[in-house]
Structure formats: structure tokens, C-alpha cells
């Protein structure tokens, strides 16, 4: 007992079974540690355009959702694509109220057939469907809408060329939650331009319905939140003009994308010329390198002026591509409620030509810049009710081109859906760019390979901690 009680109070046996007791408060510490994380789920997105987790505007957006929204991926549980799952399961973590379930289409016909708006289509494997559970309102989003194929020329191969599931799917939440929907026409009937398709696209992802409308055979429907109008091959006629003005009169909302053509249309450049502004009939120049494409001084990348529809850009120091465009002037005489406000703008060093010179360089009569090359406009009419009339006019109708927005890295269509945000009222940002895939390579495990890291992580090397501590206390204990 002498002998027991002896080596108790052996300094070195109490340091040794510190050491000892040391080891195991680790080895438990870590234990708990990675319990608590693995309950928690926790992962971060360290790719380099964040490929596999949804923008700041859709967690804004989704955390003030209060219905149930059900989110369904139909395929056989264990073959979703991952370029869409991960993207898919971020929205849980910021709402409670929406739930994603993977239904095989197989073992549920009687839900895939309760999701088919149209008879006629059908549910292709990895298709989404979100629904509100609340009043059964349900977007059905198929899988070859949350991707784009490109087509290499070289290679003559196809490609995935960006991932398009987070636009889809924050607009079908926004869709099947709203209570209105807003309508823009395109207007048609005079050889105008028409709105690439995936132009389109891009406003339809912003939560837009999208129609076209014969100015010269129809009316502009009341229910018409915005008209969209493009450099027409002909002047409009004086029934088209007085169409558009009594829309714009009642508190219309407008987008005119307008070359210098324009200004040989006395009719058309009436109706903007009503609201303070007129097309000219030159090409603007720009030789600071800053503000053209390299050698293409008539492909400028305008001043972003600072207001509601281009902050987000300039805060992210994005561009606008505006190719061949032409300067807008106010008028000297306007009424009081009128309020012009630059959008664009070319620089100090710019200067204006006429179309059909033969040469670029700056002659003496040529007009020096700056010029307003987009513009934003409010007026009211207060008679019995107040009236709001909101245009955004730009001088070019090339950028609204798949090649222009492409250029300008998706910036043209962010800065259109912008401007048609702002004539809404509604947020500008609700553009959700598409994200290219393979941005960084994502971390892939097999079930394997995440044992093998948990027995290393949770218990071996613990254990070599233990095993060091015991070692060197008996080496201690016997010196």
C-alpha cells in the first residue's frame, strides 16, 4: 500500500497521467466536434462564381416566401444530375417552408400526370416541378430548360456551355407565388427588329409574360404593363402613333431601342419627342480606349450613370455593350412633369458623325461629347386619378443581339431587364445570370472514401495522440 500511494505522488507518474487524461479530453473534443458538425450539414461554395449555390437576390427573395413551396425533382432517387442537385438543396437552408423531394416518375404516374399543364408534354427525367402548397399554383420547369448547349465550330461538338438552374428555379418560386402577372408586348406590324429568343428568355426569367402585338391591326390591350419597341423598317403611321400615345397618356410604361434610322421617322420620333427626347440622325464616336472595344470605336462601353436601374452594374463594374449607336437629345422646351435622367453616357472625348461618312477620324464640324446614349423617363398626368407614365430610351437596337450580350458577358440583357424592372417598379437585380459549369472542380466522394476520412479523422489519429501520450509517460516513468 506504501508502495501504491508512493507512486501516486511520483511527480512523474502525475505528469504522465496528465498527459494520458489530456489525450482522451482531445480525443472526445473531436468526437463531439465532428458530431455536431455533421448534424449540422454545414458546406461552402469555394468555386469561383459560386456554380453551386444560389445568389444573394434569390436567398432575399425566398426568405420572405410564406407558403409552402414544394420543390420536385422527378427521377429514380440516387441518378440527379449534380450540376442541378446541390443548387437545388441550397434554397432549404434559408426558408423552412420549401421541401425538396426526388419521386421516381415510375413508382408516382398519378403526380407526374397532376403536373402536366399541357396533355401533350411530358416529364423527361431530372424535370422540376415547384409548387405552392398553399393554392396548388405549380410551374413545371423541364431539364433541358436548366441548361444551355453551345456548339463548338471548331471541334464541331456540342457542349454545356451554362447551368440555368437557379434562374428557373427562383422564378417558378416567384411565379407560383405572386398574385399578378405582368405582360410585355412586343411590338410588331412595321418590319420592327424582333426581340431575339433569348432575349426573351432572359424577360421571361425575370417573371414575365412575353406577347407580341400588330399595332396595325390591334389595339394596345389595357392589361399591358409594358410595350417594347424596336427601330421599325418603316415610319409608323398616324393610327399606330395615337395607339401608342393614349397607352403611354394612362400611365403606359415603355422601352424603345432605337437606331439612328429612327430620326427619319417623323411619325414614330413624335411619340418620344412628346416625352422630352429625340433621336439623332449620327453615329457616335468614341477614341478613348477605355470606353470602345480595341479598334472599334463605333462599339462603345458607355459611362454607367449612377441611378436605380444601373447600380448593381456599376457596383460590380460591369459594361454595357452598345454597338453603332447614336445620341439622344432633350428637348429645349418641356412641360414641368417631365423628368429626364441619363442612363449612358459617352465620354468627354467622343464626337458624333454623320452615318454615311467614309472615315471615323473627328472633323471640324463634328459635335463633341458627351452624349446621353440611354435615358430614363418619368411624367404624370393629375387629372381625376394620378398617372405615372414611365420610357427608358436607348440609342441602338443592336444590343438587344445574342452576339452583343455575349460580348458583354450577359450585362446588355441584365441592364434590359433592369430597365423594365424599374417601369414595374420592382427591384432591379432580378436578373440571374446563368453560371458557366466546371467553374472549379467540386470535391466528389464516394461512400468509401468518406469512411476511410471519418476512421482517419475521428479515430486514428486520436488514437496516435493517445498512444504517443502513454509512451512517453512510461519512457518518463522509468528514466
Known sequence: MTNLIHALNNKKFRYGAFSTLTAIVVLAVLIIVNFIFSSLNLSYDVSKNKAYSISQYSIDMIKKVQDPIHIYVFTKPGSENPDFKDIILDYTKYNSNIQVAVKDPNLYPQLVEKFKSDPSQAVSSNSVVVENGKTNKFKLIDAGQMITIGFDQQTYKEYVQSIDVEPQITNAIEHVTSEKTHIIYSITGNGELSLPEKLTDAIKLANYEMKDINLLTEEVPK??????????????TSNMVNKVKTYLQNGGRAVFALNFTTSAFPNLMSVVGAYGVSVDNKVIIEPNTNHSLPNQPTVLLPNLEANEITQNLA??????LLPVATGLKQNSMKRNSLKVTPLLTSSSKSYAKNSSAQSVEKANDDMSGPFNLAVMITDYTDTKSYLETKLVVIGTDTLISPESNSVSGGTNYNFLVNSINWTQGKESGSYIPPKAPNAAAQLQL?????VIITLVTVIVIPLIILVTGIVVWAKRRNS
Open 315 to 320: 457596383d460590380k463594374q460591369y459594361k454595357v
Open 223 to 236: 392589361v399591358a404593363n409594358l410595350i417594347f419597341v424596336t427601330t421599325p423598317a418603316k415610319d409608323w
Open 446 to 450: 464516394s461512400g468509401a472514401q468518406a
